[in-house]
């Protein structure tokens, strides 16, 4: 399967800051990337839809100007989460799409702290 | 929500006992998936039943699925300590995973 790798892993910044966060396919060819968001002991929620070469699909209620998506290679998606806030803190997921009836592949996370 | 549940939320078990853990979701799928999360960490794929599977086994992992109760269900048996994580349910029907709500299992040695 592919293999995901996400950095950073984790990152302490202040308020107002913005935050970029790289996930790269490497030995796979991604058209599709996810974005996740997990609060603690919580679930998965996606984010957005990444696509290469064109516009991410952000799911209801995601603010696409506060996260940032591009994905500009077959290889290299980031979010950069745009003057982050303490509520921005959380752990971020990124996955790569398998395809078909195959299963996603997905990085180690980045948690986020926002000071 | 579309949000699938999964049920307990929390088991605790000893080494060399089946572990069963719920999940109920709502909408049509294509397949299944169940994920297995370290404590901050990425998830780790399991297995994946697809909507025409009744059963599926691989290694100490048992996964059924009833398409008709919109439930499945994971067995992990003989467990161990390392088993010790979270476990999430996903539906994909448009190559978008759904995920559960999760369910943290305890192994004690």
């Known amino acids: 399967g592919a293999v995901v790798s996400q950095h950073p892993s984790r990152v302490i910044c202040k308020s107002g800051t913005s935050v970029k966060i790289e996930c790269r396919s490497l030995?796979?060819?991604?058209?599709?990337m996810f974005w996740y968001r997990q609060f603690p002991k919580k679930s998965l929620m996606l984010m957005a839809t990444s696509n290469e070469g064109s516009k991410a699909t952000y799911e209801q209620g995601v603010e696409k100007d506060k996260f940032l998506i591009n994905h500009a290679s077959l290889t290299l998606s980031t979010l950069t989460v745009t003057s982050a806030h303490p509520e921005d803190s959380s752990f971020y997921i990124c996955?790569?799409?398998?395809?078909?009836?195959?299963?996603?592949?997905f990085g180690d996370g980045t948690r986020l702290s926002i000071l | 929500s579309q949000q699938g549940e999964e049920d307990p939320q929390a088991l605790s078990i000893q080494e060399g006992e089946n572990a069963t853990m719920n999940c109920s979701y709502k909408t049509s799928i294509n397949n299944l998936q169940w994920y297995r999360q370290n404590s901050g960490r990425g998830l780790v794929h399991l297995i994946l039943?697809?909507?025409?599977?009744r059963e599926k086994h691989s290694g100490r992992l048992r996964v059924t699925l009833d398409t008709s109760k919109k439930s499945s269900s994971l067995l992990i048996t003989a467990s161990r300590a390392a088993d010790t994580a979270s476990y999430f349910c996903a539906t994909d029907l448009t190559d978008k995973l759904i995920f559960g709500t999760g369910t943290r299992l305890q192994v004690f040695p």
């Open positions: 996955s790569v799409a398998g395809g078909g009836n195959q299963p996603q592949h």
């Open positions: 030995d796979f060819q991604a058209t599709t």
């Open positions: 039943i697809r909507s025409n599977e």
